[in-house]
């Protein structure tokens, strides 16, 4: 992670910011800057620049071409701990100057098997349908506008078509393979008209929530239960009356049967444990 200057008025103390810079001109190569420092000459389109460290507080980015006709400047408030995407791309408008936005990375905890996408429009044309594996996931995403979804990991085919329309795609179909528990940042870019088209991707890691089936239960280190005898068993089968069967709320407590009888067995059997050792003290 490359570390800039801290911004005036900035609290030093405070957990840095991340910001990661994408340049999603086509035909361009820009200069870029962050608070007057130079991060990179002539940065070509689908460059990715960073994950930049930015102290709390507002900076600002800078975008030139070589000839210095091109002179945009873009203001970002950093918050500790966060991470957002700063990209420089082509309006909806045909010969538009080029446009900034600011795409926060969503970073919250993600479930087991799940991947997460951030996908934005940022290409030279009409509101667009996301289709993922033949179904519409994001429906009539304008020019700078964006949308977010947890789907399965693994293999899937991703296409851009005309909002409302199931064929001319405008871009792909595209294979993509999403790796579980992480976030992908997905930015289309470019122009139909002059085949510019493509899209600029970056992932990172996310956080597990926390919905995992275990594998163990911990008992302690007391070592109550250290000299109770175990033997393997099983519990009779219980078949649920019709009148249960019927109750969906029946059936879960019939399967908990045998578990709440282990339970008890063995509050039973802790009980009596620590009674004789209160009798041999």
């Known amino acids: 992670m490359v570390a800039v200057g801290a911004p ?50 507002r900076h600002r980015v800078g975008f030139t071409d070589p000839s210095g006709t091109l002179r945009l400047t873009s203001t970002v408030d950093v918050a500790s701990g966060s991470s957002s995407d700063i990209v420089v791309h082509l309006p909806a408008s045909v010969g538009g100057a080029p446009v900034v936005n600011a795409y926060k990375t969503p970073r919250a905890p993600i479930a087991p098997g799940k991947a997460r996408v ?45 909002a409302g329309r199931r064929a001319h795609a405008i871009l792909g179909p595209l ?47 007391v070592g109550l239960a250290a000299g109770l005898a175990v033997h393997p068993f099983r519990v009779p089968q219980r078949h649920a009356t019709p009148a249960e069967t019927s109750d969906p709320q029946t059936v879960p407590w019939l399967e908990l049967g045998g578990a709440v009888l282990i339970a008890a067995g ?15 003290g």
């Open 118 to 162: 951030l996908i934005a429009h940022t290409a030279t044309v009409a509101p667009a349908d996301v289709v993922v594996d033949g179904q519409v996931v994001f429906h009539d995403i304008a020019n700078g506008e964006f949308a977010t979804a947890d789907i399965a990991a693994g293999p899937h085919v991703v296409a851009l078509l005309p």
């Open 175 to 221: 294979h993509v393979d999403l790796r579980a528990g992480t976030v992908t940042m997905v930015y289309a870019v470019g122009n139909p008209r002059d085949h510019s088209m493509n899209v600029i991707t970056h992932t990172d890691t996310l956080a597990s929530n926390g919905a995992v089936v275990p594998g163990s239960i911990d008992t302690g280190r």
């Open 266 to 280: 063995l509050v039973l059997a802790l009980r009596r444990r620590r009674g004789a050792q209160g009798r041999s």
């Open 8 to 57: 005036a008025g900035a609290d030093s103390g405070a957990p840095p910011g991340r910001l990661v810079i994408v340049q999603a001109v086509p035909s361009e190569s820009l200069n870029v800057s962050v608070d007057g420092h130079m991060v990179r000459n002539g940065t070509p389109v689908g460059a990715i620049l960073g994950p930049l460290s930015l102290s709390p507080g």
